[in-house]
């Protein structure tokens, strides 16, 4: 088994993505086949796109030429430098021979060069076996500990517009002095340094277990190169912001949605400004946000979000919603 480093020319290579796109839909699936997962086009879109805060580096694991296994690390650059995330994917038949254990010694040994000392990784698991699963097994074999659950949840689309209306009159005797506003695609060039500052906040004020994270640094040549890694996935961003009289972004909702082919939608975050909560800000967001992705496709089929378990905020929306639970998502660290 040889562990190799993807190159920008191998990642160019239609070929060499197809058959690392194809391990991690399998080993990804696997007793999970009916969750939504990327098309290659998205996978290929995202592998390919740069971001000025997060160094991407992508390895795969070979049996003679059989590519049996991949690992993606993404190291961040501009905020919590002392930390590093992974995802690593061994495929089916391949597993219980060491090389998922291989591959994570492979990342924790570029990290800690790099002078990180926590590395990060995530794994879906089912709520009835979360606790001996051996995805989790195996993290805690390789020295990792859990570090926060969150719960996935589904909503079936499409809702009805009534309903929808329903949280849109539920919340609007509290939106005095706000107004809501939906962009597709853009956002308008006097709105990008106030989302930028309020997605930024989204890691220190969410609930991250174990692990406390450092204000993100959001610029607006991130927040572009988001857009360009949307538009080379086939996606669009459905983006509803509130905003004061004085056009700050206070608070916004996010949904990721094919422009054709797949039906499932990705709830991409939610969040309020912590000086403007205690006015459904995030509800209202959510349910216009909505409205506006049913008014652009009428044949999609699903919403997907995930939260912690602990954000009582967020779950009591998404309850309210009708989003139920259907896995979780196990967080682990290491300390290096």
Not at 15 to 34: C, I, K, M
Not at 36 to 65: C, H, K, N
Not at 140 to 161: F, I, K, M, T
Not at 308 to 334: D, L, Q, W
Request: hydrophobic share 40%; glycine share 6%.
């Amino acid at each position: 088994m040889e562990i190799r480093e993807l190159t920008a020319d191998a990642l160019a290579d239609d070929d060499v993505v197809r058959q690392l796109y194809e391990v991690s839909r399998r080993a990804q699936l696997f007793g999970r086949e009916s969750q939504p997962f990327w098309s290659f086009q998205e996978f290929a879109g995202a592998l390919r796109s740069t971001d000025i805060g997060e160094r991407q580096e992508v390895f795969a694991a070979y049996d003679g030429d059989r590519l049996v296994a991949g690992a993606i690390l993404w190291s961040f650059l501009l905020d919590n430098t002392e930390k590093a995330w992974f995802e690593l994917s061994v495929d089916v038949p391949d597993r219980r021979r060491g090389i998922g254990r291989a591959l994570a010694t492979r990342l924790e040994e570029l990290a800690r060069a790099d002078g990180r000392t926590l590395i990060l990784s995530d794994a879906k698991l089912p709520f009835d076996d979360r606790e001996a699963h051996g995805y989790r097994r195996f993290a805690e074999a390789c020295g990792y500990q859990l570090s926060n659950y969150e719960v996935v949840r589904h909503l079936p689309l499409p809702v009805p517009d009534d309903r929808i209306e329903e949280w849109i009159a539920e919340a609007t005797p509290r939106l005095e002095g706000y107004t809501l506003h939906t962009y597709v695609d853009e956002m308008p060039a006097d709105l990008v340094e106030s989302l930028c500052v309020l997605l930024g906040q989204l890691g220190v004020d969410a609930p991250t277990g174990a692990v406390d994270f450092e204000e993100e640094a959001m610029t607006p040549e991130r927040f572009a190169e988001m857009l360009e890694r949307d538009t080379a996935m086939g996606r669009s961003r459905f983006e509803t912001v509130a905003l004061t009289p004085d056009r700050q972004v206070v608070a916004q909702s996010t949904l990721s949605v094919p422009r054709s082919g797949g039906t499932e939608v990705f709830q991409w975050g939610t969040f309020v400004h912590r000086q403007h909560r205690g006015h459904k800000l995030g509800l209202a967001a959510k349910a216009v946000n909505l409205r506006a992705v049913q008014s652009f496709r009428d044949d999609l089929t699903l919403v997907t979000t995930q939260n912690a378990e602990t954000n009582g905020y967020m779950v009591s929306i998404n309850e309210r919603m009708g989003f139920r639970p259907v896995e979780v998502s196990a967080e682990f660290v290491k300390h290096l």
